[in-house]
């Protein structure tokens, strides 16, 4: 299995945060600490500007789903003990990552979630979210 980089462990550092302030209403509140690369300032090359571009947008998009990912968890609840099989996460977030961002969004449900393979040609797979998240 890859290793975790670095910043996708902060990413799920943070995502834990969030998680525990998971309310009634099911919803997440958005993070208020832009992420490193919001901060950085003396990087003014038009290179470092592209990249430093390209982190912040791949960051938000893993902040994002990273919400509706623990939003998705948490409104299954304890009932169905935080579980959903491949085509139930397929169907909910399918049509909403675009197929270049689908490895980044994989290695966040990974990071969320362990996967417990089917016991059988008819039963699917399921996907769990891991107690720190809920």
């Given at each position: ?34 992420p490193p ?96 998240y809920r």
């Amino acid at each position: 299995a890859p290793k975790e980089s670095p910043a996708t462990a902060s990413l799920l550092a943070g995502l834990k945060k969030l998680s525990q302030t998971l309310g009634a209403t099911g919803t997440v509140a958005a993070p208020s600490e832009p992420p490193p690369s919001q901060r950085q300032t003396s990087n003014t090359s038009e290179e470092s500007r592209g990249e430093e571009a390209e982190e912040v947008k791949t960051h938000s998009f893993e902040m994002e789903k990273g919400r509706e990912l623990l939003e998705f968890f948490h409104g299954l609840g304890a009932d169905k003990n935080y579980t959903a099989t491949t085509g139930e996460v397929l169907e909910e977030f399918g049509a909403r990552v675009p197929s270049f961002q689908k490895a980044v969004f994989k290695q966040l449900l990974k990071g969320l979630c362990t996967f417990h393979k089917s016991t059988g040609p008819t039963v699917p797979g399921r996907w769990i979210l891991k107690e720190d998240y809920r």
